[in-house]
């Protein structure tokens, strides 16, 4: 029905499994900032941003999968200069960029967008997540 009149909705909701049935594109906030932004099949198929990969792995039944994309902060996370990546204390592809200088969002192909210095996108020269 939005797309049949030419409108668009926004559904908010933090059961990320449900999006693929409603959305066409997916924009992933962490700490009030979008991190990630991409059509729904892409995200699905190549998220690109830890914290979505993280999000992904917390539904999987894989424990390898959830424990290689899960760092719970230490205490010494607490003492982490202000002005980063907020999303750095969390972060298993942390570095000291990431430390020191928060991420601009950055164009992908397809599309998408991505607010991080390091993700995890064969597009962009990372890793693949499969």
Request: charged share 20%.
């Amino acid at each position: 029905m939005v797309g049949e009149n030419g409108a668009s909705a926004l559904f908010i909701t933090r059961d990320i499994a449900i999006t693929a049935h409603f959305c066409s594109r997916i924009a992933v906030l962490y700490s009030g900032e979008i991190v990630e932004l991409a059509p729904t099949a892409t995200f699905f198929e190549r998220p690109a941003h830890p914290y979505s990969i993280t999000l992904l792995a917390a539904f999987s039944h894989s424990p390898e999968l959830r424990a290689r994309w899960t760092r719970l902060p230490d205490a010494a996370d607490d003492a982490l200069p202000a002005g980063g990546c907020s999303f750095a204390s969390r972060c298993v592809r942390r570095r000291e960029r990431c430390l020191a200088e928060a991420p601009a969002p950055r164009p992908l192909a397809g599309g998408r967008f991505v607010r991080c210095h390091f993700p995890v996108d064969e597009s962009v020269g990372a890793e693949s997540v499969t």
